[in-house]
């Protein structure tokens, strides 16, 4: 059974539109968009803690650098004028940023992550969120994750590297739960 504390933050991570771009490749999980929708609407209407992650990369080629098209977060999941931004330029929200400073103040212990992607900037906030000693759970089915090529050169699907990313996540780092796992025990 999963447990969800009062004062559990909501984290979403890099849900920007130059995620969209064919230079990713294949991606999984094209719903996880919407999943976040659902998650940000329970939060909103019990008024918890919401906090929006945005990657602004430093690659002169990326789509997610700051004043690109890219940059800007998806419609669906953008942040309301209350909730906070943490812009970040590495894998972890922690690094760079007062993420950690700003949930300590508020005496948030907990967080349900989503976002993109998985394998990296997901599971990097992750890991650092529980070094830290902050509970995690993260969404599996409001994350996704991008076809990958190993260093021997073969490829991985998306659905694999998602998998596996939240296999290492799982009980040392995070909670894996679904969107309907979070809907069934919101109990604040």
Known sequence: MIEIPSNTALLTIDVQQGFENSIWGDRNNPNAETRIQQLLEIWRELEQPIIHVQHMSQEAESPLRPNQPGNAFKPETAPQTDEPVFQKDVNSAFIGTNLETYLREREIESLVITGLTTNHCVSTTTRVAENLGFDS????????????????????????IHEVALANLRDEFAVIATTHDIQSYVSY
């Open 137 to 160: 759970i993260v969404v599996s089915d409001a994350t996704a994750a991008f076809d990958q090529q190993g260093a021997d050169g073969q490829e991985y699907s998306a659905e694999i």
